[in-house]
């Protein structure tokens, strides 16, 4: 990374990284509220935090027009988590994320736009590799499960979604919401989890 430096604090023994990058641009508007060179910045949480904890740091950035990228670090270790910083520096091939332009309407088109601006920066990178996994010995094959159908659903088509749990048997209830259901119906969510916890069909 040229022209960079890293800020390191602890706060309440949580240790987090601010990288900070110099010399890419923020929007033109937003330019006249950030008085110094660096425009970009990656926040990193510590460990047993997550990239949400960041939301409220987030706000107040993006409101001075920084471009604000979080890392979701899996901290399972220190060499994994700095390969997690990395590709948020300087994404690699191999990886995806969502056009953060378009992450709302095509993921979270239900969730209010703050959020979904959030959420949209925090994403985690998904591994290319991810999508040729299989699984063997799928759980629904012996124990009972629920699924909550999104209605309004852009990543997953609703019909999929009726066809798999179909499939697997499960206690369905369909929910008008997006992808991110569990974040803009919560309400819903947990109303099936309390049903599936009581076994109840």
Do not use: C
Not at 34 to 44: G, R
Not at 61 to 81: C, E, H, M, R
Not at 142 to 170: E, F, H, N
């Amino acid at each position: 990374m040229t022209n960079s430096m890293v800020l390191k604090q602890s706060i309440l023994g949580l240790g987090y990284i601010a990288a900070l990058t110099l010399g890419a641009s923020v929007p033109a508007a937003a330019q006249a509220e950030v008085a110094h060179t660096t425009k970009n910045i990656v926040l990193v949480h510590g460990g047993f935090v997550d990239g949400s904890g960041w939301q409220g740091v987030y706000d107040a950035l993006t409101k001075k027009g920084y471009a604000v990228t979080i890392v979701q670090n899996p901290t399972a270790s220190l060499t994994d988590d700095v390969a997690f910083t990395k590709r948020a520096i300087s994404a690699q091939d191999g990886y995806l994320f969502l056009d953060k332009s378009k992450f709302a309407a095509s993921f979270a088109a239900d969730v209010q736009p703050r959020v979904a601006a959030f959420m949209a920066v925090s994403q985690v990178p998904w591994g290319v590799q991810a999508l040729g996994g299989k699984v063997t010995q799928p759980a629904w094959r012996s124990k009972p499960s629920w699924y909550l159908v999104s209605t309004k659903d852009k990543m997953i088509p609703p019909d999929a979604q009726r066809s798999m749990s179909k499939r697997s048997g499960s206690t369905v209830v369909e929910v008008k919401g997006s992808h991110a259901v569990y974040v803009s119906r919560p309400d819903a969510v947990a109303a099936l989890i309390e049903r599936a916890a009581k076994g109840q069909k």
